[in-house]
């Protein structure tokens, strides 16, 4: 009973995590609707600017967000001027091979300039867990958690009540029918990208004290973000959140009752039968799939 | 379901690949291929049959995805999963039971086949990155499978084969052997392709590829298309994958059914010409060669700066001739007999 507890929280933990670094993903495609290859590497470049701002300056890794998110910001702007913008519009298969080639790039430059060593942050806390009854918890997971749910919260909000909010939806339903009502689609696509970069800079700092970075690191959470994104339906942020929660809850459990080389399996296959049961994701539109696109 | 084509609602996948062919090769075509015969006829230097054995090998590969990426547009980046299952199969077979890498060849082409089909039944009906992303997420379940399978794979310890040279083992002593070989699986897929191109069938393909609802309007089935064009992808593949075992007598799950194998594919494709004969061809010559030599030249100062020219090269490629390097070639030549009709007309 005590087992099933401890799995079922860190579960949720671990899935709330995982939203935060998929909101940005499911942001870009739901409004561009491109598939950003090289979002694992937007999160590798986070983490390694969180740590070379941890290790110069000795501050808390959750003070480096306050330097590595507008640093994403405007390097999301870069990539979308250089490489995505002249390719929005073309057959989406352009945007995928440029931003795989970003991807490569980026991560071979990682690999030559800090080399293909772990490297870690001191523990914020010193370690000592937080005891729930019998459940023990990272304090670094919880407040993760808890940052993660609070600005999806924030962006749904902000995303339903606010006037640039609206005009995201009305781009998501019909990008010809907003630009005739005089919304600047080309600026909003910039700021959609450059701040879903943000997103994945904070996604970084949080993840930073729970995982070692490495140059490599990002294709590994990328595959995870692209099923949380699918699983929950793409361009949905409560979509992202539920996806989310549904693979830490997949991890964690397959993890302890199977073994930790099936995690991934186990949610690749859930993946699998998602695509098979319900291809626009748990909480997607109908027929989104079927054209390639949500709309 | 139906949807109405308009700018927005509906992205055509791959509308800037090539139409069907209507004449024989072209002289560049027939050039670039008497090229590669006579080079392979007459190298002698070990390290160059390398590289072009590598390079060859790489071009079938492309090639054989290609049938579905290209011809089909059905982007796999899943494809890994099926070299690494016409890898394993035929190594299995020939470490386990002494089975002869010529039956285990066909073996794992029929495997891979049936994985390729069984991958396009599930996935028929979707479209553009949810396909991709099944792909990508069935490539990650070979590769998991493979890894922690280790009793028949060797887990991440890999296969190793013995290198006792005989035709049977299909183990040669020297390059050459090789290289032949290499070569002959890839102009047969490149005779493939042609043929692809040129008939009834590839034209089914480019009606599913291009307009799915109007090609089944004339009496097409997509779904059947689809499975067929992916099936027969995955089992070139596999193909591949054995002769890649055979040369390199080693295998092991993260390097044989990566994803970055499978973006390899894709990215030879795209860099030489998407959904033609000549552009894995051409890809390959200039994706393998140079990454080769940049990581000869490169790699006692810095590793992986190689790697990130290649990305920056793949990137600034697809921008700029988002057809490809053949696609470039044809709109220069095109605009050079234009060039050419205008001086005699005037004249």
Not at chain 2, 28 to 35: H, N
Not at chain 2, 48 to 73: C, E, K, P, R
Not at chain 2, 78 to 101: C, E, K, Q, V, W
Request: charged share 10%; proline share 4%.
């Amino acid at each position: 009973m005590n087992a099933i507890a401890q799995l079922l929280v860190s579960g949720i933990m671990l899935g709330g995590i995982y939203a935060l670094m998929s909101i940005g993903l499911t942001l870009i495609f739901g409004v561009l609707k491109i598939v950003n290859f090289a979002h694992g590497e937007f999160l590798m470049l986070a983490m390694y600017l969180a740590w070379t701002i941890v290790s110069l300056l000795g501050v808390s890794v959750y003070a480096a967000a306050i330097i590595v998110i507008p640093l994403l910001f405007v390097f999301g702007a870069l990539v979308y001027l250089l490489i995505v913008r002249p390719a929005v519009g073309k057959p989406h298969l352009i945007v995928v091979f440029a931003t795989m080639g970003v991807s490569i790039a980026m991560q071979n430059l990682a690999l030559l300039l800090m080399s293909a060593d772990l490297r870690d942050v001191p523990p914020v806390f010193a370690g000592t867990p937080i005891r729930i009854g019998s459940i023990y918890l990272r304090i670094e997971l919880v407040l993760g958690f808890l940052i993660s749910v609070g600005i999806s919260l924030a962006l749904m909000l902000f995303i339903k009540r606010s006037y640039f909010g609206k005009a995201i939806r009305a781009t998501v339903q019909d990008r010809d029918a907003a630009m005739l009502m005089g919304i600047n689609v080309p600026q909003l696509f910039l700021l959609t990208f450059a701040g879903g970069s943000a997103l994945v800079g904070l996604a970084g700092c949080i993840m930073l004290p729970l995982y070692s970075v490495f140059p490599t690191v990002g294709l590994n959470f990328v595959l995870i973000a692209f099923v949380v994104v699918v699983l929950g339906g793409m361009g949905s942020i409560e979509g992202a959140l539920f996806g989310g929660i549904c693979i830490g809850l997949v991890q964690s459990f397959s993890g302890y009752y199977v073994a930790p080389a099936y995690g991934q399996l186990f949610y690749f296959v859930v993946f699998l039968l998602v695509m098979l049961l319900r291809p626009n994701g748990l909480l997607g539109q109908r027929g989104a799939a079927m054209v390639g696109i949500n709309t | 379901m139906v949807t109405l084509p308009g700018p927005t609602t509906r992205i055509n996948v791959m509308s800037f690949s090539a139409a069907p062919r209507r004449g024989a090769l072209s002289v560049i075509e027939l050039l670039v291929l008497a090229a590669c015969i006579a080079a392979a006829a007459i190298v002698t230097n070990r390290h160059a049959a390398d590289v072009m054995i590598q390079t060859f090998l790489w071009g079938g590969l492309a090639l054989a995805w290609n049938i579905a990426g290209g011809y089909t547009g059905l982007i796999s980046f899943g494809h890994a999963a099926f070299f690494g299952i016409g890898a394993y199969t035929s190594t299995i077979l020939l470490l386990r039971y002494g089975i002869s890498p010529w039956i285990g060849l066909a073996a794992g082409a029929l495997m891979a086949a049936s994985a390729g089909a069984l991958l396009t039944t599930v996935c028929a009906r979707l479209r553009g990155p949810f396909f991709i992303l099944s792909t990508l997420a069935m490539g990650e379940v070979t590769r998991i499978t493979a890894l922690n399978g280790q009793s028949l794979t060797g887990g991440a310890e890999g296969l190793e084969i013995a290198p006792v040279a005989s035709v049977a083992n299909m183990v040669f002593i020297g390059k050459a052997p090789y290289l032949a070989l290499i070569l002959v699986y890839t102009l047969t897929l490149y005779a493939l392709s042609v043929w692809i191109e040129r008939s009834r069938y590839g034209f089914y393909l480019f009606a599913t590829r291009d307009d799915d609802d109007a090609a089944a309007a004339i009496g097409i089935n997509p779904i059947a298309m689809r499975i067929s064009a992916m099936t027969l992808s995955a089992a070139l593949t596999a193909i591949g994958g054995t002769l890649f075992a055979q040369y390199f007598l080693y295998l092991d799950p993260t390097h044989i059914i990566s994803p970055d194998i499978s973006f390899k594919f894709a990215l030879i494709c795209a860099v030489g010409g998407l959904g033609t004969a000549i552009g894995p061809i051409l890809g390959a010559l200039i994706i393998v060669p140079a990454s080769e030599l940049l990581r000869s030249l490169l790699s006692q100062s810095s590793s992986g700066l190689h790697l990130v020219i290649y990305g920056i090269i793949v990137t600034v490629v697809i921008l700029y001739f988002p057809s490809g390097i053949s696609g470039g070639i044809a709109r220069v030549s095109s605009a050079l007999s234009r060039m050419f009709v205008d001086e005699k007309k005037r004249t």
